[in-house]
């Protein structure tokens, strides 16, 4: 952790006043409070906020954002603070406003299979929700326990069924939000259809809480999937897990193809509660999940074999074996957290994915021979997570320097292939200096225009994204 700079926004005595006398005890400036809602997921940022409030209406959330025109302070959306880029970091002197306090599911309705819901209600609430009315909400990943719709939704959250549901934005039909202006937008309305101009709930969806604060989200939902079945396969090399994608697409409605390497698998079966599933390690992995037909998917599966593209597999035979299968893929992220690693959530064309990984790995291995490196991700969508672990005897500041000069390289390769320097995680603080690599000059100045639109003072997220 670096020294916190000096804040650069601070709060007049006059604004914190006008605050306490808003939010009571909704308003917190203790140092336990400041350092537990000021972060997210990410360490490796300083963490130095005035204040932090709970808003409990979406009366109160425009309130706040008159009174941070007025008194000049600055706001940093919070949400469940699982993100991985610092977008919900408060470095300098700003007021966290945490959604905690607004987490009602409010109505559901059964005609549109429309679920509305203020912000703070977590994605896997908005899941289990759904079940409960035999219905699907598919958007997951594995911080859906942790993560706000209201996060998942300024973040546009991917996860690990994106291959067959694509990310949240799909998934939003209507937005409530209150703008830096401190204009209430009611965007999308649910309906199916709406051709009336500039569609602003998708422009909103991904902005990372530099446009507007999501008051409210109502979610489509879908019917739920048949029985799911989940295939790890050992791969002997990498360029072949894109014929093994293309093997079991033709096969199977495929509902997941994620990817690890196997020192991913070693960390995770470190700590202790799941073992191996194959005697003998190979190289790579892949997770599949897919809906009924055994029977195809066996096929497939040793036509894998017999070219040689697959060494070994694992089929689940219940829906208990399929959740610990799924743990070797989906408890990396917090495993390696222990490293505080310097994250990489990269994503290039599907069918470049073997030559950006081989060229990424060589240069990464040149760079840090010294270093673990995990690869991990959701492949089926061409979303590669690079992770590099920091050893104990490295400082923080050292460690996140040296990872700092490669990062350009791979993000080099990265925009040679078409490819996005954030894949889901947003850009944050963390990708801020790259966005170069993957927006164009014109369209980085027409995303400053936009932001001076939607928030003419400056008062939402600054210092985030652009
Ligand atoms: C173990 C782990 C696994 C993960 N896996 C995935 C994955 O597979 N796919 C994926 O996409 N992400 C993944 N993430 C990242 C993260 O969970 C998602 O980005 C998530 O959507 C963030 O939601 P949150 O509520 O925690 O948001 P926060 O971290 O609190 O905030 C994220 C951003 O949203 C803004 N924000 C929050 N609430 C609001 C609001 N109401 N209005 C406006 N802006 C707001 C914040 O200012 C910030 O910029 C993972 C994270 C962890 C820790």
Known sequence: MTTPPAPAYSLSPAGAEALAECFGDRYRTAPEDLAHWGRDWTRSFPVAPSAVVFPESEAEVQTLVQLARTHGFKLVPSGGRTGLSGGAVAPAGEVVVSFDRMNKVLAFDPAGRLLRCQPGVVVAEVAARAQAEGLYYPVDFASAGSAQLGGSVATNAGGIKVIRYGMTRNWVAGLRVVTGAGDVLELGRGLVKDNTGYDLKQLMIGSE????????????????????????????????????????????????????????????????????????AAPFYALIEFEGAEDAALDAFEHCLEAGWAQDGVLSQSGEQAARLWRLREDISETISAWTPYKNDIAVPVAAVPEFLAAVDDRVKAAYPDLEVVWFGHIGDGNLHLNILKPDNVSQEAFYARCHQVSPEIFAAVQALGGSISAEHGVGLLKKDYLHFSRSDAERALMQGLRRCFDPDGVLNPGKLL
């Open 209 to 280: 809480g530099t446009l507007g604060l999501v008051t409210e989200v109502t979610v489509r939902l879908t019917s739920p999937p048949g029985p799911l079945q989940v295939l790890v396969l050992a791969l002997p090399a990498f360029p072949d897990v894109m014929n093994v994608l293309a093997t079991f697409e033709r096969a199977v409605p495929v509902t997941a193809f994620e990817f690890f390497s196997d020192l991913a698998l070693e960390k995770v079966v470190a700590r202790g509660d799941l073992s191996r599933p194959f005697a003998e």
